[in-house]
Nanobody, 125 residues
Framework: QVQLVESGGGYVQADDSLRLTCTGS????????VGWFRRAPGKEREFVAA????????YYADSVKGRFTISRDNAENTVYLQMNSLKPEDTAEYYC?????WGVGLSGPSEYDYWGQGTQVTVAG
């Protein structure tokens, strides 16, 4: 069992930056791939970024490529999502999730076994 807690959300202006943190419980966390997803009001949940268990591979949605960076520190059981040049359309509840999948892309919600409760990001235009 892995428990995930997100933090770092907030209210910012367009072009500002935020760093989200996903903290996982248990020593098994380091063996999981981790992804970030988001859900805006009235929209479907969408993939944002993912990182393999050892940080060797990262994946991004086209909408955030070049602006967001996912990284992890397994010694601290944390995964980060650095978000730069934020836009109003980035406004959403952001969730991290853990996956045992060894697949490529890691963009499908069904690949994930555990989910956090979410953290709200609001970007004013």
């Amino acid at each position: 069992q892995v428990q995930l807690v997100e933090s770092g959300g907030g209210y910012v202006q367009a072009d500002d930056s935020l760093r989200l943190t996903c903290t996982g419980s248990g020593s098994a966390f380091m063996s999981y791939a981790v992804g970030w997803f988001r859900r805006a009001p009235g929209k479907e949940r969408e993939f944002v970024a993912a990182i393999t268990w050892n940080g060797g591979m990262t994946y991004y949605a086209d909408s955030v490529k070049g602006r967001f960076t996912i990284s992890r520190d397994n010694a601290e059981n944390t995964v980060y999502l650095q978000m730069n040049s934020l836009k109003p359309e980035d406004t959403a509840e952001y969730y991290c999730a853990a996956s045992q999948s060894w697949g490529v892309g890691l963009s499908g919600p069904s690949e994930y076994d555990y989910w956090g409760q979410g953290t709200q990001v609001t970007v004013a235009g």
